[in-house]
């Protein structure tokens, strides 16, 4: 005998069967083109934001582009120019999900030197596909333009007898020949760029060839180089001391003036004043046996400022007060060193890097060449008082770099992190750096190198 009770399961197939047979209001449909504005909105939102994060990457990247483009533009045909910027720009921008770059470059002089980039991506969509937009094209531009900025930098580097060691000089030489190109590669004409190089010990060398020039010193020079006329027995001369002819002059120069830093004493070796005529406005020659590389004033003769780097040998001890004051006197001009004049239409930024491996040995009147001598240091800065070399510089004008490459595991250089800085940030830790490796010497260098790019360069 059947049942007169429907099963729940007939229920609903009867009910679903009334659904697809009703044609006056069919409600899945309805609801689905309802929907349809909501995932447009959905999905443009989604893929819109994914474009956006896109194009943040493409444009940091065409700007580096640029940017890099610049130091060689101008030697560049204009295939060589965009093969450049594709190689940059593909190194640069690692979005794997972006198809399809065009990258484009191009260098023009009219109304001043510029490199313009153009790019372009596809950028494939999760939801707009749905309505027929598989992709999306994101694209930018970046311009840089040589702005009215020149550039003097004088480099102050350690070539004392601990640079023997590690691998350090043979690693300084690369770097700064590396940072040499950078800063050749910032000039789009002569004289953008300037760079002097001052390689120090103990002493300075300025050059044998002014053994004439009337700002040296020979007092001590004539009291160290005295030979005997006649026969000489041990210190007894059966004759005549006659001075030694200056011309037999190795070129070393010592600090000027007398030591002390309290009232009313001399200051002469932390200034670029001109010599006044008095002793201790004079540059003392010495025949140190240990004298540098002859130093080379401001130049964009890059071949001859690539030889001097060749010619540095490490020896001596360490005096980082003088190389300081003579990158200085570099950028100032006087003695042995010119420099040109300053075009009244750019801004100059005047750039000292001062680099040393180790702490402060000996000075004219300090020290043993062997051991940390805190009268060096106190030359040029003295802590607490804010006075010395460093400060003058900086409130001169100058920006002051420092690095402390530290191989032998010695404290850090508190002396050259208080002389990193500008007058208007005397302390500036950004300026300051410490490798422990003769490695990091370039890292550092290149990183200098771009900063300097940029005050060159402006987007």
């Not at 002097?196 to 010193?217: C, E, L, Q, T």
């Not at 004493?265 to 020659?285: E, I, K």
């Amino acid at each position: 005998m059947k049942s007169g009770k429907v099963s729940v399961l007939e229920r609903l197939r009867d009910g679903w069967s009334r659904l697809r047979r009703d044609r006056g209001g069919n409600v899945a449909i309805t609801f689905a083109l309802a929907t349809l504005p909501l995932v447009g909105v959905v999905g443009y939102s989604v893929d819109y934001s994914h474009a956006n994060s896109v194009k943040a990457a493409l444009q940091s990247a065409l700007d580096s582009t640029a940017l890099m483009l610049a130091r060689d533009a101008a030697s560049l045909s204009s295939s060589e120019l965009n093969a450049k910027a594709s190689a940059y720009f593909t190194a640069l921008f690692t979005r794997a999900e972006a198809k399809s770059p065009t990258i484009t470059a191009s260098y023009t002089t009219t109304d001043g030197s510029k490199v313009v980039v153009n790019g372009s991506v596809l950028v494939p969509t999760t939801f707009l596909g749905v309505f027929g937009y598989n992709t999306i094209t994101v694209s930018g531009t970046s311009t840089t333009a040589w702005g009215s900025t020149r550039l003097r930098v004088a480099l102050a580097l350690d070539n004392t007898g601990s640079m023997a060691f590690f691998g350090k000089m043979t690693a300084l030489k690369a770097a700064t020949k590396d940072l040499l190109n950078q800063l050749k590669g910032a000039a789009s004409v002569n004289g953008d760029v300037y760079v002097a190089i001052i390689p120090f010990a103990r002493d300075v060398n300025i050059g044998s060839s002014n053994y004439a020039a009337g700002y040296i010193d020979w007092t001590a020079w004539d009291a160290a180089n005295m030979y005997c006329s006649g026969w000489q027995f041990g210190s007894i001369c059966f004759g005549n001391w006659v001075k030694a002819n200056h011309n037999a002059w190795n070129g070393c120069v010592t600090d000027r003036g007398p030591s002390g830093t309290g009232p009313g004493t001399s200051t002469w070796d932390q200034v670029v004043t001109a010599p006044d005529g008095s002793a201790n406005s004079l540059w003392p020659a010495e025949q140190y046996n240990a004298c540098p590389a002859a130093m080379m004033g401001l130049s964009y003769d890059w071949t001859a400022l690539g030889n001097l780097v060749d010619a540095m040998q490490p020896n001596g001890a360490t005096n980082q007060p003088i190389g300081l004051v003579w990158a200085w006197q570099a950028l100032a001009g006087g003695g042995p060193l010119s420099a040109p004049s300053k075009d009244s239409n750019y801004t100059y930024q005047d750039i000292i890097i001062l680099m040393s491996d180790g702490l402060n040995t000996q000075d004219r009147w300090y020290g043993d060449g062997m051991n940390t001598s805190v009268s060096v240091d106190n030359r040029m800065y003295l802590t607490g008082s804010g006075t010395g070399t460093c400060a003058n510089a900086k409130n001169a004008g100058v920006i002051i770099y420092t690095i402390h490459v530290n191989t032998d595991g010695d404290p850090t250089s508190i002396l050259l992190q208080n002389c990193a800085g500008s007058k208007d940030k005397m302390f500036d830790s950004s300026k300051f750096f410490t490798v422990t490796s003769a490695s990091g010497i370039g890292t550092v260098f290149s990183a200098i190198g771009t900063s300097l790019t940029k005050l060159r360069v402006a987007k």
